[in-house]
């Protein structure tokens, strides 16, 4: 006798069976595309190369050092399995307090130093992922909803609204003034959601901005500060990418803005959301951090971090790593280096293309305009090309609908997750792909061959003639072009 598998949606709950992950979008398709036939240099140089993934690799030798040193704070080491079984039983939700002292310094360091922490409103969560989700069980209802200035990580679709039944309300910003979060953006985002009778409980900002790479001004965080108050609503900051500002202007973070002197604000509205996952590029430890500066959230936010603790062993670990300053120091100027450089080579390759990309000084991509290749200016035309770059050109590229974006032709690509020579097989995948589009061969002579360093190994197209019927070349002359780049 076999089990008859008789689950359809009538047996389960709503948040079971609603849309709500967002694992249906182009964001997460393409994730897919590359999990399908991922890139490897030599076993399938032909795959999809994943530049949809915000991930910092540029580092880990650093850390793979470090952790040779300090066999001690990995429990399952000779050197540390003494502690094993202290850490190995129950802890509290409080999380270890070295692990919160170590965090709280972390903190400040990569904020310059400018402010410091309290070790005891620091609460555990599941990455930023859990944190999100905690405060928005913590601070709206089913129904409430927070504003959120588009173009916005698709993440947040999910972890705030998934599960909580909160939305969230676009405010639009334009790429007329660099996607600017403006006073009269906010006020028309409020009202219209007024209209509409949604009650707003919050602003959601994520400072620096994925997908942008920008970071927001003094100025702009002193208005977004006057409006929440006003509204009086809450303001939840996302600055997960803090430390990967890797050039002028300096990061501000929301916690130096409410200590300025001609900065009233009532400090029961502020909340950041903070995680490793960025910083210091480690996403599978899960170390989220919400601080709260209202008593009131923070003691709920603790006991609801039960569902999401960050496991003891990684503290552990953690509050070794972050405690040693020396290392720290070296790590964050090094990553800060490696990101700059890699941003300089990766945009300077798409300039040199004629791709244009938004200016930024931080994050893990770069915002792409692709706008002069969209047949039209529409989101289906977006699409439409974002099929080609991950069926042809074979790069996970995310298109900027599902950032929500209000023009269409914008990508997110992402930077630091990949070596140089992937990078640079990228870089003349999308050469190739815009020679061929556009047909743009005098590109060549012009010398992509001095901007570019060679990578090794070919990579062959062999479907992009078939399917753009607007570019000139075939795919002999496709294999030409890349012995010539
Ligand atoms: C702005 C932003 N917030 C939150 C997250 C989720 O981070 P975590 O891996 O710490 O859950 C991401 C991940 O890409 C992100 O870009």
């Not at 910092?56 to 399995?81: H, P, R, Y």
């Not at 209202?294 to 603790?302: H, I």
């Not at 099929?387 to 074979?394: A, C, L």
Request: proline residues 4%; glycine residues 6%.
């Amino acid at each position: 006798m076999g089990f008859i598998s008789n689950i359809n949606n009538e047996l389960l709950s709503k948040v079971a069976t609603n849309n709500g992950h967002g694992e249906n979008s182009a964001y997460f398709d393409g994730w897919k595309a590359y999990e399908i036939d991922p890139f490897h240099p030599t076993q399938n140089p032909n795959g999809v190369i994943q530049m949809g993934l915000a991930e910092n690799q540029l580092c880990f030798d650093l850390i793979q050092e470090w952790v040779v040193n300090n066999q001690k704070s990995s429990i399952c080491t000779a050197g540390g399995c003494e502690e094993f079984k202290e850490i190995a039983i129950y802890q509290d939700y409080h999380g270890l307090p070295e692990f919160r002292r170590a965090v709280a310094r972390f903190m400040s360091k990569v904020r310059g130093d400018k402010i410091k922490f309290d070790e005891e409103r620091i609460v555990m969560s599941g990455g930023a992922t859990g944190a999100h989700e905690l405060l928005a069980f913590c601070l709206a209802d089913p129904g409430e909803a927070f504003l959120v200035p588009t173009p916005y990580y698709p993440g947040f679709d999910r972890d705030l609204s998934w599960r909580t039944g909160v939305q969230l309300f676009p405010i639009i910003c334009e790429s007329s003034n660099n996607f600017k979060v403006t006073k009269k953006a906010l006020e028309d985002a409020y009202n219209k959601a007024q209209e509409s009778n949604i009650t707003i409980k919050g602003l959601l900002l994520n400072n620096p901005s994925n997908p942008l790479g920008t970071i927001l001004d003094m100025e702009t965080l002193k208005d977004t500060i006057r409006f929440i108050n006003d509204k009086n609503i809450h303001l939840v900051c996302d600055e997960i990418y803090a430390a990967t500002v890797f050039n002028e202007p300096k990061f501000i973070s929301i916690s130096e803005v409410i200590i300025s002197e001609n900065v009233q604000c009532n400090l029961d509205l502020i909340h950041i959301v903070y995680s490793l996952s960025k910083d210091l590029g480690f996403p599978g430890f899960r170390v989220g951090i919400i601080y709260s500066y209202n008593d009131v959230v923070t003691k709920c936010a603790r006991k609801m971090s039960s569902f999401g603790l960050v496991s003891t062993q990684t503290q552990y670990l953690i509050s070794d790593m972050l405690l040693d300053d020396t290392f720290i120091e070296k790590f964050v100027v090094e990553s800060r280096e490696r990101l700059e450089k890699r941003h300089g080579v990766f945009t300077k390759g798409l300039e040199n293309i004629g791709i244009n990309t938004l200016e930024s000084n931080a994050g893990l991509f770069c915002w792409m305009d692709l706008r002069s290749l969209l047949k039209e200016n529409t989101f289906e035309s977006e699409i439409e090309l974002w099929r080609m770059i991950i069926n042809d050109v074979k790069l996970n590229v995310s298109p900027g609908c599902s950032f929500h974006c209000c023009e269409p032709g914008w990508f997110r690509v992402c930077f630091a997750n990949m070596d140089d020579d992937t990078m640079r097989i990228a870089l003349r995948r999308i050469e190739i792909f815009v020679v061929q589009y556009k047909g743009i061969n005098n590109i060549i002579e012009e010398g992509i061959e001095n901007s570019l360093p060679i990578a090794p190994g070919p990579v062959s197209f062999t479907s992009i003639s078939s399917s753009n019927n607007r570019g000139r070349s075939s795919i002999a002359e496709s294999n030409e072009l890349e012995t010539q780049i």
